[in-house]
């Protein structure tokens, strides 16, 4: 559930899962699949610029902001 979240915070959209795709450590697991369309991806560009820009991080290297893809 962490990663389905950070990739749609991160303005990946959900595709959907493929089932059973792999067997690991004995047991079936599924696929999540997210994408951004190269039409979403000036948006999306924009505000990684914004939140990794120097000025966002205190002094002791945490964010003043969170990352904020337009949906």
Do not use: C
Not at 37 to 66: M, Q, T, V
């Amino acid at each position: 559930m962490p990663s389905r979240q950070a990739a749609e915070r991160l303005g990946f959209r959900f595709e959907g899962i493929f089932r059973q795709a792999t067997i690991y450590k004995g047991r079936n697991r599924d696929t999540s699949y997210y994408s951004v369309f190269e039409a979403e991806w000036p948006a999306i560009e924009s505000e990684f610029g914004r939140w990794l820009d120097p000025g966002n991080f205190h002094g002791d290297g945490s964010k003043r902001s969170r990352v904020a893809v337009p949906r």
